[in-house]
């Protein structure tokens, strides 16, 4: 069973926060992504309240699909993710999608989807560098938002042959909405995408022709959460330099 560290590293990569370690030869998988730097009371209780979060606000399919967001925030071990700008878009998944998840990630997977053509969301994240891909599957009876998550592409270990590719879990995702505003933004929109076993992102809808939502809006919305470890993300959006949509 690949190890705990290694299914972070490839959700991780998706969004290029280890860009720079991928394009090593060799990886040591032990000590990328790890909590070892970190308070191991710290890391519960940010496990803990992102748990909690996954079901105190609200999911709906409508509020999160066509929309471009962009990632401003976040809690955890997201390496480099202070300088890294990026964009998700979450799309109704096609036939195309599925079969290819279907066909490149069947047999790396020790658990697998109840019905690969049965994917709730295309999750698209794109950055400077790469465009990453994910099916969103929803478990019958688990509650709204909760998906499990599969690359819709195997990322390769690069110093293991194909043959030799360990199996992987599928990855625990929750997404949940908050519509909030401010006296500079009234119609503020964000996104979670909580993987508690790592942390939480922080993400928003940008406004055409405005600079909303603000920092002082989104320093509203951090402050009303106790997560620890949190950091700004996207240096250029923040201070309104240089700071452009990817198109999807």
């Known amino acids: 069973m690949i190890s ?11 969004i290029n926060a280890f860009a720079r370690i991928s394009r090593q030869t060799s990886l040591d998988y032990e000590n990328i992504g790890n909590f070892r730097d970190f ?11 992102c748990i909690k ?15 471009v967001w962009t990632g401003v925030y976040y809690w955890g071990v997201f390496f480099q993710l202070q300088k890294t700008c990026f964009n998700v878009k979450l799309i109704e998944p096609t036939v195309e999608a599925m079969r290819d998840a279907h066909n490149q990630m069947d ?30 599957y929803q478990d019958p009876g688990s509650p709204q938002g909760h998906f499990n998550a599969v690359p819709r592409t ?26 909030t ?23 928003t809808t940008v406004e055409d022709n405005s600079n909303c939502p603000d920092k002082e809006t989104l320093d509203e919305v951090i402050n009303s959460f106790t997560m620890p470890l949190g950091r700004y993300s996207c240096e250029a959006y923040l201070n309104m330099t240089s700071y452009f949509i990817y198109n999807f």
């Not at 705990?4 to 998706?14: G, H, M, N, P």
């Not at 308070?39 to 309240?49: A, E, F, R, Y």
């Not at 790396?108 to 099916?135: F, Q």
């Not at 505003?181 to 992102?201: H, Q, R, Y």
């Open 4 to 14: 705990s560290t290694l299914r972070l590293f490839y959700f991780i990569s998706l």
């Open 39 to 49: 308070d191991g009371d710290t890391i519960l209780l940010l496990k803990d309240l």
């Open 53 to 67: 979060l996954s079901t105190s606000l609200v999911y709906h399919k409508d509020l999160v699909k066509d929309i």
């Open 107 to 136: 047999e790396y997977l020790a658990t697998k989807p109840h019905d690969w053509y049965a994917a709730s969301l295309h999750i698209i994240i794109k950055d400077h560098l790469n465009t990453r891909e994910m099916l969103l």
């Open 154 to 179: 195997m990322l390769p270990q690069r110093s293991v042959q194909p043959e030799e590719q360990e199996s992987m879990d599928m990855f625990d995702l929750r997404l949940q909405v908050l519509h």
């Open 181 to 203: 505003s401010s006296a500079t933004c009234p119609n503020a929109k964000f996104l979670f995408i909580l993987m508690c076993d790592a942390g939480a992102i922080l993400l």
